[in-house]
T-cell receptor
Framework: AQKITQTQPGMFVQEKEAVTLDCTYD???????LFWYKQPSSGEMIFLIY??????QNATEGRYSLNFQKARKSANLVISASQLGDSAMYFC??????????????FGKGTKLTVNP | EAGVAQSPRYKIIEKRQSVAFWCNPI?????LYWYQQILGQGPKLLIQ????????DSQLPKDRFSAERLKGVDSTLKIQPAKLEDSAVYLC?????????????FGPGTRLLVL
């Protein structure tokens, strides 16, 4: 079973509008972390925002915010006031508990966001 | 602060040839990761190092892939012999430590095409 599911292969948004990118996850761990990365056509993965499973408040970083609904196991990324430079692939990723195991990130398949002028 | 460096940026080889990728992590980062990203998918971990030691190589095809991290800094990932399905972007990442909250910072990647 997929651990990270991103159901939107592609999304379109008008410049200056807000957009929500969906992410649901599957884990039995109580302690885990959720990350969003942006990957422009150049290929580099750029860290955007982090949400810990025990964090009570939704994470925010500038124009990025994370709508974390723990009971629903969802961690949607909200981008406010979209800019043309936001056009890229967006990946949701999870890192599960670190009890002596790997801290690998498990990624979803990504959502391609296109911002239209 | 300098980011994660990788070289080469692009490589084209023929199947059955060998290839090596190099990664220099962010200064002071003890943990280093190699990910493989096949077109249309998210990255998948190949191997994780903590200083010189291997933490996780469960998804590394050990019959053809090898990796080392000498002196706990730079790392090299090698494929020998390459197959067509190895065509992908190889991403190196590093993090300060191993706590769940530690962010992994990625390099620009090496795009490999196997013909």
């Amino acid at each position: 079973a997929q651990k990270i599911t991103q159901t939107q292969p592609g999304m379109f948004v008008q410049e200056k509008e807000a957009v929500t990118l969906d992410c649901t996850y599957d884990t039995s761990d109580q302690s885990y972390g959720l990350f969003w990365y942006k990957q422009p056509s150049s290929g580099e993965m750029i860290f955007l925002i982090y949400q810990g499973s025990y964090d009570e408040q939704n994470a925010t970083e500038g124009r990025y915010s994370l709508n974390f609904q723990k009971a629903r196991k969802s961690a949607n990324l909200v981008i406010s006031a979209s800019q043309l430079g936001d056009s890229a692939m967006y990946f949701c990723a999870m890192r599960e508990g670190t009890q002596g195991g790997s801290e690998k990130l498990v990624f979803g398949k990504g959502t391609k966001l296109t911002v239209n002028p | 602060e300098a980011g994660v460096a990788q070289s080469p940026r692009y490589k084209i080889i023929e199947k059955r040839q060998s290839v090596a990728f190099w990664c220099n992590p962010i200064s002071g980062h003890a943990t280093l990761y190699w990910y493989q990203q096949i077109l249309g998918q998210g990255p998948k971990l190949l191997i994780q190092f903590q200083n010189n030691g291997v933490v996780d190589d469960s998804q590394l095809p050990k019959d053809r892939f090898s990796a080392e991290r000498l002196k706990g800094v730079d790392s090299t990932l090698k494929i020998q012999p390459a197959k067509l399905e190895d065509s992908a972007v190889y991403l190196c990442a590093s993090s300060l430590g191993r706590r769940a909250r530690e962010t992994q910072y990625f390099g620009p990647g090496t795009r490999l095409l196997v013909l």
